[in-house]
């Protein structure tokens, strides 16, 4: 049988190679974003591979999340894997001179808007003894930088959410784990810095980062395992990361 993917984030970055990838190889698609013009074209054009429902919503008003799930059709309700991957940086401050609307939006977004789709879509696969959530969290959830405050908190979120549903849907057929991607060169860094294309580009000069399509060969990795196999937690660095703070650049 094909499985089903719900994927949040599906317009940029490790969502859409993660929706490029599942389509490459089959996988029925229910891509999610805000922007629709987007999420149209990357329907059209993956429609050829495999069959895609796409969802329009704001994750971070719950009644449009639920209300978007529920207006599933029946071809795409039963949904075997969950793609945790909407969210972002906004902003990036010390505490004192952070804005607190980028806060709110990092928490709203992050954490509370994970928690929306995973509600909706959790009970049926509870219903079915059967599913895989997969949390897209962050090398930010393990450990805190300067200026990243409030983004490494909503990060931490995650990682504490994914152990919480973890422990909560044990021996309900539901595999739970998270992805921990450290530097990935996306629009994340032109969302944090508001458009200031050359304080986002210095993000990724001098080293060679990750690319959203190696976060997304890790996904296909943990969702093609064994029946009796759950990644429960992978972080993934670039060679030349370390740590948050300490990466090998050069010049
Ligand atoms: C993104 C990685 O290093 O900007 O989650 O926090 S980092």
């Not at 970055?13 to 013009?37: E, H, S």
Request: with cysteine; net charge positive; proline share 3%.
């Amino acid at each position: 049988m094909k499985k089903t993917a719900f994927i949040t984030g599906a317009t940029s970055g490790i969502g859409m190679a993660t929706a490029k990838l599942f389509a490459k190889n089959g996988v029925k698609l229910i891509l999610c974003g805000r922007r629709k013009d987007r999420l149209k074209n990357l329907s059209e054009t993956l429609s050829a591979l495999t069959e895609v429902f796409t969802l329009s919503f704001d994750i971070r008003n719950k009644e449009e999340v639920f209300a978007a799930v529920e207006s599933l059709p029946k071809a795409f309700s039963a949904i075997d894997i969950l793609i945790n991957d909407a969210g972002n940086a906004h902003g990036m401050d010390t505490i004192d001179e952070g804005n607190t609307n980028d806060w709110d939006a990092m928490l709203d977004i992050n954490v509370k808007g994970l928690l929306y789709v995973s509600k909706a879509i959790i009970p049926k696969m509870i219903e079915r003894k059967s599913g895989h959530i997969i949390n897209i969290g962050s090398t930010a959830g393990k450990e805190v930088y300067p200026k990243g405050n409030v983004y490494c908190a909503s990060k931490h979120a995650v990682d504490a959410i994914n152990k919480g549903m973890r422990l909560d849907l044990n021996g309900k057929g539901i595999k739970v784990g998270a992805i921990n991607p450290g530097l990935v060169e996306t629009e994340f860094s032109q969302v944090r810095f508001k458009g200031d294309s050359e304080r986002a580009e210095k993000v990724y000069q001098g080293y060679t980062p990750l690319k959203p399509e190696d976060i997304a060969d890790v996904i296909w990795f943990a969702v093609t395992r064994p029946p009796h196999v759950n990644i429960a937690d992978l972080t993934v660095m670039c060679l030349d990361q370390a740590s948050s703070t300490i990466v090998n650049k050069k010049g």
